[in-house]
């Protein structure tokens, strides 16, 4: 056989030893190249795809929403309102200069001790008279506002509290605080910092759910300002305020929190507003005890709660006139306060000798002064002054753990805890009992006594004492308070719905050609106001069997000026709730 010519060799033959023949690198070259090609075309494809159908809208949706003008605006309320409570507390240590030679609120008790107790009765019931001729004159519900009052806002009246009422507001707590009246300042920050967010809001046009975001915005705000405390901040206004966690809200709360936190801590240093004690949970034993103390504070709760609840009415039983009302509230708190200076103002005296257990302070003192602030702050507040119960409720906190500390080391020494932790758990159950907020509050708890190590046993006490006083009320201070206003926040957002949207909202206009008689007395045409609320214009559906009911501007006049159909209403209601929905989980 004879042997092959050179031309005949097929190209793939190796043609010498450990030699890669050159058609079968030059396919495999094409082949890393289209299929680069083909990769680099799937990924461009891929990526132009991810942009059209993902990234655009969300952009786009993005800018519709004006999430950069609401993060821009979060920072200017944050800002502000860090120097509004600044100012605030200032306005507090001024007005108690004059009658106590300190502007420090942690030093009243002691500054009260080198006062003539003349001076404790009666400057109380001074700046009764001063808080009474505020209220009487320039406070239109004649009351000062709070914490309630900035949820009701942003239930049903879209966010908008009135400047000049909130301003006024500030001044009656500042006063009241700074006389001498039991009561806490954060109430009265956290409504001041909402006021000034609210003005903001109203310099631009924005949806519901922006005005909501920017209102919590100030109220984180005002707590991270007032506790030094950016995380219980951002946690109470999600928890309290906005009763949602909505991604959306997140970041400009946040954004919020943080500016007032600095704000605070450039001018005033950022360690914590208590002093911390020496503490360590001694065994897992203690677990019991804990428990124990979680249902102490829940009965500590529950009584303080109650006492608020009796006092009020009580107060507003006596047919006495508003300007007077205050002073004799003043009066009676001087009174307490002549035998223990400790229920005057805020308490953080007090309540930084309480974590410190071994500040002499016994069991019997420890207890009397949980008596006399509770009955102290009751006073206050049922006589109008201004004023929250935040700092009350961890004056009373304190105090309870501190006792409960002390009993527990004397029965129970080789295994008991330092009286300090119990008094730091203390602080957290009754006012997570108080306020209906075990999360933030916790937090509160954490930031202000800079210590974690105790957490189990502080999401115990809280847990146990929270579960406890609402088994007992059935709903926080807060929402005890919206309830004596016919707002029941706490059955749903459907009924906060049915009360929020008024025929307004969803009534049809007349027709151009349309020109209906005015309704007589003898007329048995069924009319609605606009400003009736939906609940109501439902039950009117319901009980005249009518699909359509007439609209008027006034009772008086009687004019119709638009109908209200069945239809449209319930359709309000079915977005309104849609929208709710939506906004608490986007």
């Known amino acids: 056989m004879s042997e092959p010519a050179d031309d005949d060799i097929p190209p793939d033959t190796v043609t010498s030893e450990g030699a890669a023949p050159k058609g079968q690198i030059g396919r495999s070259v094409s082949w890393l190249t289209s299929t680069f090609d083909v990769v680099q075309d799937g990924i461009r494809t891929g990526l132009g795809d991810l942009y059209k159908e993902r990234f655009l809208p969300n952009l786009r949706m993005f800018a519709a929403e004006r999430e950069p003008l609401i993060w821009t605006l979060a920072l200017v309320i944050g800002i502000s309102v860090g120097f509004a409570a600044l100012g605030f507390r200032m306005l507090i240590g001024l007005i108690q200069f004059p009658w106590l030679g300190t502007t420090a609120e942690e030093e009243v008790a002691t500054a009260a001790t080198q006062v003539h107790w003349l001076v404790i009765l009666l400057v109380p019931a001074i700046g009764g008279l001063i808080v009474g001729q505020i209220l009487e004159r320039f406070m239109p519900g004649r009351r000062a506002h709070g914490v309630a009052d900035v949820i009701e806002a942003r239930a049903i009246r879209d966010c908008n509290i009135p400047t000049r009422e909130g301003l006024m ?131 500590v709760a529950i009584v303080f709660q109650s006492s608020l609840v009796v006092t009020e009415r009580v107060a507003w039983s006596f047919r006495i006139p508003l300007w007077a009302r205050p002073a004799i509230g003043g009066l009676l708190v001087g009174a307490i306060a002549i035998a223990f200076p400790e229920v005057l103002g805020v308490g953080y005296e007090a309540t930084n000798r309480a974590l410190q257990v071994e500040d002499g302070m016994g069991v019997a003192l420890l207890i009397a002064l949980v008596v006399a602030k509770t009955a102290a702050t009751s006073i206050t507040l049922a006589s109008r002054f201004g004023g929250g119960i935040f700092s009350p409720a961890l004056y009373l906190g304190a ?51 800079g210590g974690y190590a105790m957490t189990i046993a502080l999401l115990v006490t809280v847990a146990i004492a929270t579960a406890l006083t609402h088994a007992m009320h059935g709903e926080s201070f807060f929402h005890w308070q919206l309830s004596t206003r016919g707002l029941f926040l706490q059955e749903g957002p459907h009924k906060e719905i049915t009360r929020r949207l008024t025929v307004r909202g969803f009534m049809m206009p007349l027709a151009e050609d349309e020109r209906p008689d005015p309704i007589t007395p003898d007329d048995d045409t069924h009319w609605v106001l606009v400003s009736d609320t939906l609940e109501s214009t439902l039950r009117l559906f319901d009980r005249t069997g009518h699909h359509r009911l007439a609209v008027v501007e006034s009772s008086d006049t009687a004019t119709i000026i638009g109908w209200a159909d069945h239809l449209d209403a319930l359709h309000a209601f079915n977005k309104a709730l849609i929208d709710s929905h939506v906004e608490e989980h986007r």
């Open 399 to 449: 105090m309870t753990g501190a006792a409960f500390g002390l009993i527990a080391a004397s029965v129970f020494p080789d295994v008991a805890s330092s009286g300090g932790l119990y008094a730091i758990l203390g602080m957290g159950a009754v006012a997570s009992a108080m306020l209906g907020a075990p999360i933030s509050t916790a937090m509160v708890v954490f930031e202000l006594t």
């Open 169 to 299: 507001s500030a001044l009656v707590a500042a006063i009241s605080l700074g006389t001498g009246n039991s009561a806490g300042r954060e109430g009265p920050v956290v409504h001041l910092g909402a006021t000034l967010a609210s003005a903001v809001e109203d310099f631009f046009t924005l949806p519901a759910s922006s005005r909501r975001t920017l209102l919590a915005c100030g109220v984180a705000a005002a707590v991270s300002a007032s506790f030094n405390a950016p995380i219980a901040g951002v946690l109470f206004a999600h928890e309290v305020i906005l009763a949602h966690f909505a991604m959306s809200a997140f970041v400009p709360i946040v954004i919020a929190s943080v500016a007032g936190t600095l704000v605070v801590r450039v001018i005033h240093g950022d360690s914590p507003a208590f002093e911390l004690p020496n503490y360590e949970i001694t065994s897992f034993l203690e677990f019991p005890a804990f428990v124990l103390l979680g249902a102490v504070c829940a009965l």
